[in-house]
Nanobody, 116 residues
Framework: QVQLVESGGGLVQPGGSLRLSCAAS????????MGWYRQAPGKQRELVAA???????NYADSVKGRFTISRDNAKKMAYLQMNSLKPEDTAVYYC??????????WGQGTQVTVSS
């Protein structure tokens, strides 16, 4: 069975930083592309960042230059480094793992709140 567990969310002031972690188990990690999504109250869930098994990345325009996605295949971990955080980044952040045939799994989500 595939399991994804996020950690690292919390409360941070505008301009601050957080690093989210996603631990994967029960999968051939190297076969999956990994992604981070977020959902704010009253809004649709949106893709924040994604990384392929080979390390290619893409980002939402709203976070480009501020967020960095990475992965450690040996540890079966994915990360999202978030810098220069803004109040509009406040959301529940979800880890996603996806195969080339689009079979996918989701984590439980972790809350990120950016407020002064």
């Amino acid at each position: 069975q595939v399991q994804l567990v996020e950690s690292g969310g919390g409360l941070v002031q505008p301009g601050g930083s957080l690093r989210l972690s996603c631990a994967a188990s029960g999968i051939d990690f190297r076969a999956y592309a990994m992604g981070w999504y977020r959902q704010a109250p009253g809004k649709q869930r949106e893709l924040v960042a994604a990384i392929t098994s080979g390390g290619s990345t893409n980002y939402a325009d709203s976070v480009k230059g501020r967020f960095t996605i990475s992965r450690d295949n040996a540890k079966k971990m994915a990360y999202l480094q978030m810098n220069s955080l803004k109040p509009e980044d406040t959301a529940v952040y979800y880890c996603n793992a996806r195969l080339v045939n689009y079979q996918e799994s989701w984590g439980q989500g972790t809350q990120v709140t950016v407020s002064s």
